[in-house]
Each structure stands twice: as C-alpha cells, then as structure tokens.
C-alpha cells in the first residue's frame, strides 16, 4: 500500500509564504507525474501545479503562476510547493497526487491522492 502525506500547512497572513511537502510511505513506486490540487469550500477540486518525475518540467494552474514554485526531491520521494505571496483565495485543502501513467497533468485523473492539508490565508 502507498501513501502520500502531505505537511506544511497552516495559517498565514495575506502576503506570507508556505512550504508544502509531499512524501511517499510504505514502498517506493514508479510515477510519471506527482501534482497539487486544492479545494475551497463549496468548490471543485482544480489543479494548482504539477512536476514531471524525471524531466522535472513543471506546469502551473494561471491563477498562482510567479508566486507558487513546485519541486521535487526524487532520492526523499518527495514533492514541495512553495507558496508566496499567499492570498485570501488560495484558502483551501491542498492535496498531492501522484500518476504512472503519460496524460493530461491538469486532470484529476491520478493514481494516488493524500489526505489534503488546509491552508488558511487571512486577511
């Protein structure tokens, strides 16, 4: 069984900054791609960004591109978004995924999902 828990979050001024971290458990697997998503009360999960495992190519939701970087640590199995310049609108539960297969990284269409860490920005 693999898991993939998310730490980090938490409560942070307008304006400040977080670090998210992602890290497998139980065995290590082949992926393709590993992401981070977020859900807001009463709205969809949407795609935030994404980062190809073994290029490193990275993709970004429009709504967080030049304030949110996403990396990867591949020998930690460990994905990190770093988060500044926070907004009241990045409030959500933040979930990493992870995929093995080649596809649409903007998806929701993942293999694995972690449990989500709320973040709260406040104003």
């Known amino acids: 069984q693999v898991q993939l828990v998310e730490s980090g979050g938490g409560l942070v001024q307008a304006g400040g900054s977080l670090r998210l971290s992602c890290a497998a458990s139980g065995r290590t697997f082949v992926r393709d791609a590993m992401g981070w998503f977020r859900q807001a009360p009463g709205q969809e999960r949407e795609f935030v960004a994404a980062?190809?495992?073994?290029?490193?190519?990275?993709y970004y939701a429009d709504s967080v591109k030049g304030r949110f970087t996403i990396s990867r640590d591949n020998g930690k199995n460990t994905v990190y978004l770093q988060m500044n310049s926070l907004k009241p609108e990045d409030t959500a539960v933040y979930y990493c995924?992870?995929?093995?297969?080649?596809?649409?990284?903007?998806?929701?269409?993942?293999?694995?999902w972690g449990q989500g860490t709320q973040v709260t920005v406040s104003t």
């Open positions: 995924a992870a995929r093995n297969t080649r596809g649409i990284l903007t998806s929701l269409r993942y293999d694995y």
């Open positions: 980062i190809t495992w073994g290029g490193g190519s990275t």
